[in-house]
């Protein structure tokens, strides 16, 4: 059977090709020539010419001349009597970086998180790319176990309501703790950090609002289709700025500041004892004690003295939890 014609590859596109053939090849161990090719989309001949060329690649040595083990080498009887690749010798590869243990740690944490969202379930993508991390990394990643969020159901449900067009109706607790029944039309999904947030125009304030996923409850799809609010400009941002917005002076360290920039009322800094101080921009105060508890010790309350107050009070409540309690050393 004649083998199918394909284009042949582009510059820029061969050379993506020839970086990713050889971590397959060492991964594959024995291949052979027709399942690399249907496995990169490319013709027989074009792999054939590929291994060729790699078998005259490699590292030269301190003298700066190519000796016989500074090169890539395959199985020649394999390769030209059974058009089977199998790579004998190859160089740089073990030397090339590597994550750490911690670094592959982390990376397999968060793979894990958006395995455990309701549209990757059982994704063989993420679980290959976990598989590779843990493989690659320079020593075993510590074991991380990452719980489901009390979240994803309700992301299911939101998910839904967004995809077939419907209203959707839940119990929202705000970040003061007010609680009420919303209907809403639903617009898209957005995260900041660890929180999941809808964006939907809200019937009962007649405008665009976002809702943290986490404090909503109680969630029902509709059958009501959302309605046409071209009236209603969906902002590029998650978060806005309004009337009733309060100014907050803290002080940051410099590497600080790109995590505080959605919050920053105007660009003026002043350096204060070697941190710089800015002016930012929130809705309410509850908001401000959850932005300072994620930067410990990066950020430190200058004024209102409300302000103030409420983070002081805040830790203060934190600290008491520990009242009492004795170490196991004592």
């Known amino acids: 059977m004649n083998e199918p014609r394909r284009k042949p590859l582009k ?16 991964e594959q161990q024995v291949v052979d020539v027709p399942d690399a090719a249907a496995h990169f989309g490319v013709s027989d001949e074009e792999i054939r010419e590929a291994v060729r060329l790699i078998a005259t690649s490699g590292l030269p040595g301190a003298t700066g001349t190519y000796q016989p083990n500074d090169l890539f080498d395959i199985d020649w009887d394999a390769f030209e009597d059974d058009d089977v690749i199998v790579i004998v010798h190859h160089v740089a590869i073990d030397d090339a970086p590597r994550l750490s243990a911690r670094e592959a740690a982390a990376l397999i944490a968060g793979l894990q998180y958006l ?12 679980g290959a790319l976990m598989q590779k991390l ?30 077939g067009g419907r209203q959707l109706e839940f119990d ?57 609010h071209a009236e209603a400009e969906v902002p590029d941002t998650l978060f806005q700025g309004s009337e009733s917005d309060f100014d907050v002076v803290v002080d940051a360290v410099p590497e600080a500041l790109p995590l505080l920039a959605d919050y920053l009322a105007d660009s003026k800094t002043e350096a204060v004892d070697g941190r ?32 103030r107050a409420a983070v002081a009070g805040w830790a203060d409540a934190g600290l008491a939890g520990y009242a009492g309690q004795e170490t196991s050393d004592h």
């Open 134 to 163: 843990t493989a690659g990394a320079s020593a075993a990643p510590s074991r991380i176990a990452v719980a489901e969020s009390a979240s994803n159901g309700s992301l299911a449900i939101i998910r839904e309501a967004v995809a």
């Open 115 to 126: 395995s455990a969202l309701p549209e990757n379930a059982g994704s063989a993508s993420l």
């Open 172 to 228: 929202y607790r705000n970040a003061v703790g007010v609680a009420g029944r919303r209907r809403v039309d639903p617009l898209r999904i957005l995260s900041q950090d660890a929180d999941w947030y809808l964006q939907a125009y809200c019937h009962t304030r007649e405008d665009v609002r976002n809702f943290r996923v986490d404090r909503m409850s109680g969630l029902v799809v509709s059958d009501l289709p959302i309605d046409e």
């Open 276 to 307: 710089l101080r800015v002016t930012l921009r929130l809705a309410h105060v509850h908001g401000l004690k959850r932005l300072v508890a994620g930067l410990p010790g990066l950020v430190t309350v200058v004024s209102p003295a409300e302000a």
């Open 11 to 26: 510059a820029s596109d061969k050379l993506v090709f020839l970086l990713s053939l050889v971590p397959y090849l060492l």
